[in-house]
């Protein structure tokens, strides 16, 4: 999972890099895009990561367990 936000990562980076291929008028728009576009992957990062944590994920076996205990 890892692999593929890094390559998001990169592929954002290179589309930040083309903005300033765009006409003058577009810019704004493309930047903002880009920049809800990080926004977004960092906040799936950030929901995704603790799940790939072993002591995390045993926490919430434990809690699941006593829910349905």
Do not use: C, H
């Not at 704004?28 to 944590?53: C, F, M, S």
């Not at 926490?59 to 006593?66: F, I, K, P, W």
Request: charged letters at 30%; glycine letters at 6%; proline letters at 6%.
């Amino acid at each position: 999972m890892r692999n593929a936000f890094g390559e998001l990562a990169a592929w954002l980076d290179g589309r930040k890099d083309r903005i300033l291929e765009l006409p003058e008028p577009l810019r704004g728009a493309a930047k903002d895009a880009v920049y809800q576009a990080e926004q977004a992957a960092k906040r799936i990062r950030d929901g995704i990561e603790p799940l790939t944590d072993p002591e995390y994920a045993a926490d919430a076996s434990a809690t699941v367990d006593l829910l349905f205990f």
